[in-house]
């Protein structure tokens, strides 16, 4: 009963109103004549269903909800969707994070401009790189705290696209190249100040060696 | 003969006074809808005086009229007197002052009290404003690394994903239940549907490089999403099962897409002649168009109105704010300290995100009045609520 109340709107609500005033307004002077007093027990009754079963759609019931299955690459639907991706050929590599980590770089407050003085660190990804086309690199964007979380995440994930650009010119194919944000979510530095902030505003070097 | 009559006037004729009261009454009623609707920010709450409920009863009913624009007084200066009980079943009635007429009266059974407590809450909402209330919804949120969906109210809540991965920007499924979310469980931040019912998830956008930000279609068929795999964060357009994928934007600085309601228009945050701006683009493709929010400054996170009416946002000055602006541009108005809104289902409350001491909690705001009630923190870092419509 309640839920026909709730899906009624506007005119045809306006319109049983008007109705619903009419009848209260017959049903309260017969009263008041009748008996010179009026009623305190509630006209109307409202059930509602029970605690596990599923009302609307856009309704959860209390800790029923199953959990979400195992995520794997393999469950992917719509074959031919992802035909523009290589990540397929970074699957399975051994990420080395310390072998650049020296050479992380920074950034100006919302900005994925690469500062000059950057050079020699993206030079000496470039030459790590080198000619072994087997190796392969992943460039982690990151933010400091200041920014909304989606703003950061697309921020993070253009500062990782600056690299790969900017190591594109030093002669690093692209395609040997993947990049990720993770926005604000992985500060090195946890404090809430401009020293803190330097330091998360960064790209980080994870060098991809082939599975074995 | 003539007596008969006179005998009937004196019955028809209090029906008529009362009648004609009564639609008065509406008739004030309606100017107030009406005032809500043009005047965000401005507005007086509705005082009202709620007697005799106690314990949970009251205190939910308590939060769900104050997020709706309703303030608490003594029965003297209440313009709707609401009373009842709940010693076993929540039962109440409404009745307004200057009408002099009950206009709500009603008992619950069934579920639990907490819930009998949020129906008649919606059916006060329903019986004042005329408006459908948002007392019985639900949202979804990201908290620590899993995704959550609770009551509006932040109560019931459930953990929907047990992965221990990063997660971003949940969104509901129009009418379904069901989500989309970002999550970076294999290794990269990739889209994914979820049915809440059974638990089945499917890989909707896992490209190379960023896929966030999805955002539903309101007929539920298409999903618009922030992608980098032509190398920058732009705006993409596939179907509800991520098929037929379309690139909609090459403007510089994309982020946080959301859907008008007629789901002609895909707004969004960007960056043109180097100042960030809203804008627009139709969800078929074609011109991007600057969205104007005059007075406020590095505007994110748009959320469309239902009512198609606002666009809500964040705007970035020194701090936080939650703002609205007319959805085809203008004055944008500054509600309150805050970030990432999302709009009830009724085009009135939103959901945002509040932080204190560094971390995020959630907050629900009525937007003509700025009534604000924070719900408790749930877990550490509650953040990117999205309510479900």
């Known amino acids: 009963m309640g839920k026909i109340n709730f899906t009624n709107f506007n005119k045809r609500k306006i319109m049983k109103t008007t109705k619903w005033i009419y009848t209260l307004a017959f049903a309260l002077v017969v009263t008041l004549a009748a008996t010179g007093c009026h009623t305190h027990k509630p006209v109307g009754v409202t059930q509602l269903p029970g605690e596990s079963a599923p009302t609307v759609p856009d309704q959860t019931s209390q800790n029923t909800l199953p959990p979400g299955n195992q995520l794997s690459q393999s469950e992917q639907v719509q074959p031919g969707s992802l035909a523009t991706e290589n990540l397929a050929e970074f699957e399975g590599m051994i990420e080395?994070?310390?072998?650049?980590?020296?050479?992380?770089i920074h950034f100006p407050f919302d900005s994925s401009v690469i500062r000059k003085s950057e050079k020699t660190n993206l030079e000496a990804v470039a030459t790590a790189l080198g000619a072994d086309t087997n190796l392969k690199l992943l460039i982690e964007g990151n933010c400091d705290e200041r920014g909304t979380e989606e703003y950061n995440r697309a921020l993070g994930e253009r500062r990782a696209l600056a690299a790969r650009e900017a190591?594109?010119?030093?002669?690093?194919?692209?395609?040997?190249?993947?990049?990720?944000?993770y926005g604000e979510d992985r500060p090195v530095d946890p404090g809430h100040d401009e020293s803190a902030w330097q330091k998360n505003r960064r790209d980080d070097f994870v060098l991809l060696h082939p599975k074995m | 003969?003539?007596?008969?009559?006179?005998?009937?006037?004196?019955?028809?004729?209090?029906?008529?006074?009362?009648?004609?009261a009564a639609d008065f009454a509406r008739g004030q009623n309606e100017i107030n809808i009406e005032q809500n609707i043009t005047v965000m920010g401005l507005m007086k709450p509705v005082p009202v005086a709620l007697d005799g409920f106690s314990g949970e009863v009251a205190s939910v009913l308590k939060f769900d009229l104050y997020v709706q624009g309703f303030s608490f007084v003594s029965d003297d200066a209440a313009q709707y007197i609401i009373n009842g009980s709940n010693s076993d079943r929540v039962q109440g009635r409404v009745i307004d002052r200057f009408a002099k007429s009950t206009i709500l009266s009603r008992s619950y059974i069934g579920a639990n009290l907490r819930r009998q407590a949020?129906?008649?809450?919606?059916?006060?909402?329903l019986a004042i404003t005329g408006k459908k209330g948002i007392a019985q919804t639900k949202i979804t949120f990201k908290a620590r690394s899993e995704i959550y969906v609770a009551d509006f109210d932040g109560h019931n809540y459930q953990a929907v994903t047990h992965d221990s991965a990063i997660v971003a920007a949940p969104a509901w499924a129009p009418g379904k239940l069901a989500l989309y979310y970002t999550s970076y469980k294999l290794g990269n931040p990739d889209i994914f549907y979820h049915d809440l019912r059974t638990g089945q998830r499917q890989l909707i956008a896992g490209y190379s490089g960023l896929n966030t930000s999805a955002a539903v279609s309101p007929d539920g068929l298409k999903v618009a999403m922030i992608l980098s795999k032509d190398g920058s964060p732009n705006v993409y357009v596939c179907n509800a099962d991520g098929s037929d994928l379309k690139r909609l934007t090459t403007t510089s600085e994309d982020s946080s897409p959301c859907w008008s309601p007629d789901g002609q228009w895909i707004c969004f945050a960007t960056k043109i002649n180097e100042r960030r701006i809203l804008a627009k683009v139709s969800a078929s493709g074609g011109e991007v168009q600057r969205i104007s929010t005059a007075g406020v400054s590095n505007p994110t996170e748009p959320d469309w109105s239902p009512d198609g009416k606002w666009i809500a946002f964040t705007s970035q000055m020194g701090e936080f704010d939650i703002c609205v602006v007319p959805a085809d541009g203008g004055d944008a108005t500054t509600l309150v300290r805050g970030e990432d809104p999302s709009w009830s289902p009724n085009s009135r409350t939103l959901i945002f995100t509040r932080e204190t001491n560094y971390q995020h909690a959630l907050s629900v705001l009525d937007a003509p009045t700025k009534q604000v009630k924070d719900i408790p923190r749930i877990l550490e870092n509650d953040s990117q609520p999205a309510w479900a419509k």
């Open chain 2, 1 to 20: 003969m003539k007596n008969n009559n006179l005998h009937l006037l004196k019955i028809y004729l209090p029906i008529f006074l009362v009648v004609i």
């Open chain 1, 96 to 104: 080395d994070t310390n072998a650049l980590a020296a050479n992380t």
């Open chain 2, 118 to 125: 949020h129906a008649f809450a919606d059916d006060i909402v």
């Open chain 1, 167 to 181: 190591l594109a010119k030093l002669g690093v194919d692209p395609s040997r190249v993947r990049t990720i944000s």
